[in-house]
């Protein structure tokens, strides 16, 4: 890999974990809450569908690529899925919150057993919130046209960059993950709560921002 490659990888990857997206938030709320393994295993599904965008990108013609990087109909879809998911989370999340109100107080939170199958739904679980938010494509749309033809379209280059920004995108998760983790032992049930309504609405504000770039765009095209 080229010195050059390698720093463009660096930059990608480091602007990749501080967009703040909602599957950001997402991550260091699973930190917090059920551990290092569960939030990389979140972390991961989200991994994988930046690589199903990279591969569906780079093998589909720039005409292809505009057309469904600005179809509002993707942009209406993946944010009323983020708005629902918000609301029914928030609407258990606070129904649960109330049901164990009374035990709010207790200094110690019990540990969630966190089995295979867990793992699993949690990586679905990245790979579909991260999949449905239209502005992921967006971000590797820009990265392709931008970096592309810095690396001559080179198939070998391409594909040693995008390992390499994935690669580290990952590493510098694994540190903010982390740290995230040590916070739970400064958790009560109460802050719990706040946090996981936070995380809640952050994704329904995503979504909501979602929708009206598809308002926007849809209104565009009709003009």
């Known amino acids: 890999m080229q010195i050059e490659d390698l ?4 930059a990608v990857g480091f602007l990749l974990t501080v967009i703040l997206g909602p599957i950001f938030f997402l991550v260091i709320e699973t930190a917090v809450l059920k551990g290092f393994k569960a939030a990389l295993a979140l972390d991961i599904g989200a991994v994988f569908a930046d690589v199903a965008y990279i ?27 983020l708005v629902l998911y918000a609301v029914f989370t928030f609407y258990t999340e606070r129904k649960e919150f109330l049901n164990q109100n009374a035990i709010q107080e207790k200094k110690v939170i019990s540990t969630p057993i966190i089995t295979a199958n867990n793992y699993l739904i949690l ?17 590797w749309f820009t990265v392709i046209v931008t970096v ?5 379209m080179n198939p070998k280059r ?4 995008f390992t390499m920004t994935l690669l580290i995108y990952l590493l510098i998760d694994m540190v903010k993950i982390f740290f995230a983790k040590r916070l739970k ?6 802050k719990i709560y706040y946090l996981k ?3 809640s609405i952050v994704m329904f504000v995503f979504g909501c921002v979602l929708i009206c770039k598809g308002v926007f765009k849809w209104e565009s ?3």
């Open 197 to 199: 309504a936070f995380v």
């Open 123 to 139: 990586f679905i679980k990245g790979f579909v919130l991260n999949i449905v938010n239209i502005g992921v494509l967006g971000f």
């Open 7 to 10: 720093k463009a990888a660096i």
């Open 185 to 190: 032992s400064k958790l009560t049930f109460q």
């Open 221 to 223: 095209l009709t003009m």
């Open 55 to 81: 591969i569906l990108l780079y093998y589909s013609t720039n005409s292809v690529l505009k057309d469904i990087k600005d179809n509002p109909y993707l942009f209406f879809l993946g944010g009323t899925f």
């Open 158 to 161: 391409m594909y040693s960059f």
């Open 148 to 152: 592309g033809p810095q690396l001559d």
